[in-house]
């Protein structure tokens, strides 16, 4: 199970639990090496061992330095997966929606070391899967906010039908798009609640060359989620 400890691979883990056509054998998240956050959401560490505590399944994170090629990646994702597929692991779980060439890329990755993608939440709409979301019981706080769609009162909150209503015409409700991530504070399979606190709202611009050499600079905010004991 590919896990961003965020909704979306939230609610594709629990579709696979209620089906039982799979049983997975792992929790597979990516980490910056240096702070210790998961990519993209920037929520610690220990917030993501909390989830899968509270889940009960084991751990495989793949820790990536603040600069990594796509070589580097694959070459680390490979060195990851190898003794998975060598226990037996023959799928690969994903949350994506909507994202065609995201599919597409991750199938062809897939192929290469013989691993079939699964992907429980395609193509259902925004809305629909978040009222399954609210439904089955799960709770979210979003973490990560990109200022190009959103402003950074958005970020620290709790995503709930208030939330979605603020949102401006041309941002998806599940943030498909990369307009904003979240971390999943409560769950069906959680064994309890995760109880966390929001601190700061930290503002980190990355600036950085696209496939075509363009060079771009975003702005994103960050929630600084910290961990109840």
């Known amino acids: 199970m590919n896990w961003s400890g965020g909704k979306d691979s939230a609610l594709a883990l629990w579709r696979v639990l209620q089906s039982d056509a799979y049983q997975v054998e792992t929790l597979l998240t990516t980490l910056n090496a240096a702070n210790r956050r998961i990519s993209m959401h920037g929520v610690s560490e220990a917030l993501l061992d909390a989830q899968a505590n509270r ?8 820790y990536l330095p603040e600069e990594s090629s796509m070589v580097a990646y694959e070459q680390r994702m490979n060195d990851t997966l190898e003794p998975l597929i060598e226990a037996g ?3 690969a779980i994903f949350g994506d929606i909507f994202l ?6 991750r199938e062809n990755q897939l192929a290469s070391r013989n691993l079939t993608g699964v992907f429980p939440i395609w193509q259902i709409p925004s809305l629909q899967l978040l009222e399954e979301f609210w439904e089955a019981g799960f709770k979210t706080v979003v973490v990560s906010v990109n200022s ?4 950074k009162s958005f970020c620290g909150r709790v995503l709930d039908r208030e939330f979605v209503r603020d949102l ?3 941002v998806d409700p599940c943030g498909e798009n990369g307009e ?3 971390f ?3 769950a069906p399979y959680f064994a309890e609640p995760i109880e966390v606190q929001v601190a700061d709202i930290v503002t980190k611009t990355y600036d950085f060359k696209t496939a075509t050499g363009e060079q771009v600079v975003s ?4 929630t600084d989620l910290q961990l109840l004991q």
């Open 55 to 62: 889940i009960g399944l084991p751990q495989t994170k793949l």
């Open 89 to 91: 692991v023959t799928h």
């Open 100 to 105: 065609e060439d995201l599919r597409a890329w």
């Open 148 to 151: 190009q769609y959103l402003d």
């Open 168 to 170: 401006p015409a041309n």
């Open 180 to 182: 904003f991530h979240t």
């Open 184 to 186: 999943v504070y409560q």
């Open 219 to 222: 702005t994103y905010y960050f």
